[in-house]
């Protein structure tokens, strides 16, 4: 399943870019839906340019998302120029000729109310609910304005058309629509006649953000298994075969051509991180190379060291009994050995506690051999390297600035040697001389 | 015509309970049998991305028929006939536009309703390299987003994803099992769309509790088993899911009533055209060449009037005004 996860990243991310771009651009819909919901809305609006411009604040209050600084000006200087042919024509011509330039209904209804309902905004936000319901009557409720008939409390009215925007839901007709082709997936048909599966919970919930894969993939896939689990537990209570059989072969939705692809990519990835692994662990090694190198070689040395240890005392041994008795040559012999065997580490150590020649080469030569190397590569010994090169902690910007870069930063500047003359002095004081 | 003619005794007729109407909407109490063909096609000038998620597509519905890429855009209404004469009373057709982009309508032929989606982050099978696999046409349980039954648009939607992603039940090529799902989720106001394969594996011991919690109660005696004897022979199976593909995300634009034509019910007003985006993008580049050149304008104006005064200044001085 890590696996999985980690895969499923890459593609995702590609996914996000179109809705990133999008989102950036989110305001213009909505003024376009303003251009467009305006034209029906035209004779209130031309009437009263004041009321329209707090329309368009209210509806930039609204939006659905805060965006970015550039589009909103955009949007603004928009819906200015918008508003400004708006005044002009209303100023420009008469209120009558107006209504008869619009659609029928509107025109009958305006006929009767424009007189009255012109100076007031309250009066007008109600004449144009009650133009809009007209509408719907004649127009066989066709084409609504979003929201209005849901909210059609007298209260709401200032706030509903605020909010409107010309866009088209027509629930009833999409309710009859739906009737009229729906499949019957009650309860009363058998689960394996649909295969349909509805989540209680809605799945944009359990997503944080829509930009974050990772979450999202995850949510879809939650939804997905919960469905998966219920859909099997129905399905095997109706008795309808769920799992394939292991021999049951058939043509498979991917090809195996597909699925060896996709295999030997999985390998490869492994391979390759196996092999980056390797690498990394190498260098490592490398790194410490060197110390490995010297441990060994005392290591040898030691180990030379205590045999040649062993050889001394054999000799000792035997240059002492060899006097006394020639017979007891070979059984001395043996307990030398015995004896070496048995006290070996401790006949070491203790040598090595007063003998100088334990650690190998004195301690000078020891400090010296670590300080300048003993042995090993000595070509790029001093050459700079990446390390090396980053590392500024020498440098001090007050030292720069005092002056004398020449000394070098670490050196303390107790004094100053005479600056040298210039040329004139110079050639006075050679001529002094 | 059907459409009109629906929307004008729809007025008559008052549509007060609609879950009434539906449960009456099977004929004689029975269900009615689920027969269901898909016309899948593409207009011309689309992408090898489109042509090869049609495959994918065409793949995955036994009881679909492919045919060659249609010729206009313009004239969809058309589309009615082919699938009349393919005997398909669905209809999945791919428009690309400007070559890049898809929109795809999904439609119920004889009358309707029609949606229209804009589709994008489209990824194939092919190219997501997921270990996925299932039978070819088998049926698939489909997986919707709690937010489908919110809407009437979107209970629309899902009505069509139902009637054209559910293999009906004894589709001529189906197979038998049912090892994939399919899952429609609602974010960000878009449908995404995923398939997953179903891998039943051995059930952790430990991990009894996170199976069967979300299962209703009234639906099965099997879990509630598994519940009692967690050792039960053959169910003692969990179900995890591997991804198949393709992946692709729609956006709603428009419901029409009718196929391919009619009054059109539903407008999402979240829907921008990718045309603009791009329009955008280049505006938003565009001004900042037109704010330079602006600036370059500004200074050699404000250059010419220096000039310009600079001269009438010194004509006062010059021998010419001097000596006139």
């Not at chain 1, 991310?13 to 990133?20: F, G, H, L, Q, R």
């Not at chain 1, 045999?307 to 307990?335: C, H, Y």
Request: net charge positive; aromatic share 6%; with cysteine.
């Amino acid at each position: 399943m890590p696996r999985q996860s980690t895969r499923t990243k890459k593609p995702a991310t590609k996914a996000v870019e179109p809705e990133k771009v999008e989102k950036v651009v989110e305001e213009k819909p909505q003024k376009e839906q303003k251009k467009r919901g305006r034209k029906p809305k035209q004779p209130v609006a031309e009437a009263t340019p004041v009321e329209d411009k707090m329309e368009v604040e209210e509806e930039e209050e609204i939006q659905i998302k805060a965006d970015e600084q550039q589009p909103e000006q955009q949007e603004e200087a928009g819906s200015d120029s918008e508003e400004g042919s708006d005044e002009e024509e209303g100023d420009d011509i008469d209120l009558n000729a107006l209504d008869e330039s619009d659609s029928d209904s509107e025109f009958e209804r305006d006929l009767n109310e424009k007189q009255s309902a012109a100076g007031i905004q309250a009066n007008k936000y109600t004449k144009q609910k009650a133009e809009e319901s007209s509408d719907d009557e004649d127009d066989e409720d066709e084409i609504d304005i979003d929201e209005l008939d849901v909210e059609g409390e007298e209260g709401e009215e200032v706030k509903a058309i605020s909010k409107a925007r010309q866009t088209i839901n027509n629930k009833q007709g999409l309710l009859t629509a739906l009737k009229r082709f729906a499949l019957d997936t009650s309860d009363k048909v058998p689960f394996a006649f649909h295969q349909s599966i509805v989540a209680k919970k809605a799945t944009e919930e359990s997503i944080p953000s829509i930009d974050d894969d990772l979450a999202r993939e995850l949510a879809f896939m939650n939804q997905a298994l919960e469905a998966a689990r219920i859909g099997r537990a129905l399905l095997r209570k109706e008795g309808v075969p769920f799992t394939r059989p292991t021999d049951y072969f058939a043509e498979t939705l991917r090809s195996d051509e597909t699925m060896e692809k996709v295999k030997a990519k999985l390998i490869e990835e492994a391979t390759a991180k196996k092999a980056s692994a390797e690498a990394r662990k190498q260098r490592d090694l490398k790194k410490f190379g060197k110390q490995v190198q010297v441990a060994k070689q005392q290591e040898r040395a030691k180990q030379k060291r205590d045999t040649l240890e062993k050889i001394n005392l054999l000799k000792k041994k035997r240059k002492d009994g060899g006097g006394p008795t020639g017979a007891n040559e070979a059984e001395d012999l043996f307990d030398v050995a015995v004896d070496n065997e048995l006290k070996g580490a401790a006949g070491s150590k203790k040598r090595g506690r007063d003998g100088k020649e334990s650690g190998g080469p004195n301690a000078k030569r020891q400090r010296k051999d670590a300080k300048f190397g003993f042995g090993g590569k000595k070509k790029y010994l001093k050459s700079n390297d990446a390390l090396s090169s980053g590392d500024v902690s020498g440098f001090s910007a007050r030292k720069m600035k005092s002056g004398g870069g020449a000394g070098g930063p670490g050196k303390p500047k107790k004094f100053k040697p005479a600056p040298r003359p210039g040329k004139a002095r110079r050639k006075a004081s050679a001529g002094k001389r | 015509m059907a459409a009109v003619y629906k929307s004008l005794s729809k007025s008559a007729k008052k549509v007060e309970d609609h879950e009434e109407n539906e449960n009456n909407n099977a004929p004689n109490g029975g269900f009615r049998k689920n027969k269901q063909r898909v016309l899948i096609l593409s207009s011309r000038g689309v992408t090898y991305r489109h042509r090869h998620l049609l495959n994918d597509l065409a793949a995955m519905l036994p009881h679909g028929r492919k045919d060659v890429k249609f010729d206009s855009k313009s004239k969809l209404y058309q589309l009615n006939e082919l699938a009349e004469l393919y005997n398909c009373n669905n209809v999945m057709f791919f428009e690309a536009r400007k070559g890049k982009d898809l929109y795809m309508w999904f439609s119920k032929v004889p009358n309707g309703p029609t949606v229209k989606f804009h589709a994008q982050n489209l990824h194939t099978m092919e190219e997501l390299h997921f270990t996925g696999n299932c039978l070819k046409g088998s049926r698939p349980l489909l997986s919707f987003d709690g937010t489908f039954e919110s809407e009437p648009h979107y209970r629309v939607i899902k009505e069509v994803f139902l009637q054209m992603f559910g293999v009906p039940q004894g589709a001529r090529k189906s197979k038998p099992f049912i090892d994939h799902v399919m899952s429609f989720s609602i974010a960000d106001g878009k449908i995404w769309v995923r398939n997953y394969e179903i891998r039943e594996v051995e059930k952790v011991k430990g991990e009894k509790d996170s199976e069967g919690n979300d299962i209703p109660a009234a639906d099965d005696k099997s879990s509630k088993k598994r519940k009692g004897a967690p050792n039960a022979e053959l169910k003692d199976t969990d179900v995890s899911l591997v991804e198949i593909g393709p992946r692709f995300v729609l956006t709603p634009i428009v419901i029409q009533e009718g196929a391919f034509g009619g009054p059109i019910i539903y407008e999402n007003k979240r829907f921008i055209s990718p045309n603009q985006v791009r329009s955008e993008l280049r505006k938003a580049k565009a001004t900042r060449h037109n704010a330079r050149t602006e600036q370059v304008k500004e200074r050699l104006g404000k250059l010419e009037t220096i000039t310009a005064q600079a001269k009438k200044e010194k004509d006062l001085l010059d021998t010419k005004e001097l000596f006139a």
